[in-house]
């Protein structure tokens, strides 16, 4: 009799055990504990910039829209996109003769900047988290002071660009 109930008790508990080793199978294969499935894209800079949307394609190529409300136009003469916040490679908005980009007060324009893992192009797959810095170069119109912006972005991947 105790070796029936012992038999019983082993194969109620090893069946249970088999339904949530299942369970916690199906759910890891439907992505539930992937953390970027929870994380939203986001973007931080300081007072005065917004990044209206943002973009992050599967070659590192970031288009953001810039939404300038600082207190006096700007001139945008750089970018820079890269994980560890140094201002590798910044790249010139294209914009002849001046290669800068002026903004009023109040107005946006879309940028695209290649962004970078360290020294080497970031490329990811779609779905990627990408978290790095935004580095925005920009000359007050008013005072001719050169200013630095830096920004926290945080990105999830999408398909890739065709321009």
């Known amino acids: 009799m105790k070796l029936q109930n012992a038999l019983e008790y082993l194969s109620v508990y090893g ?16 992505g539930v504990f992937n ?24 070659n590192g190529l970031l288009k953001v ?13 750089a970018l820079g996109c890269n994980e560890n916040g140094t201002a590798y490679d910044m790249q010139q908005p294209y914009n002849p003769p001046t290669e800068q980009i002026t903004l009023p007060i109040g107005s946006n324009y879309t940028f695209s900047v290649q962004c970078y893992n360290g020294a080497s192009y970031y490329s990811g797959s779609i779905g990627d988290m990408y978290s790095g810095y935004l580095i925005i170069n920009y000359t007050d119109i008013t005072t001719g002071f050169p200013q630095v912006a830096y920004g926290k972005i945080v990105a999830k991947v999408s398909a890739q660009s065709t321009t």
């Open 15 to 30: 069946w249970a055990i088999i339904i949530i080793g299942v369970a916690l199978a199906t759910l890891y294969a439907l």
């Open 35 to 58: 953390p970027s499935h929870f994380v939203s894209s986001q973007c931080f800079l300081p007072a005065g910039l917004y990044c209206s949307s943002f973009y992050l394609f599967t």
């Open 65 to 77: 829209n810039l939404l300038q409300t600082t207190q006096a136009p700007i001139n945008i003469t």
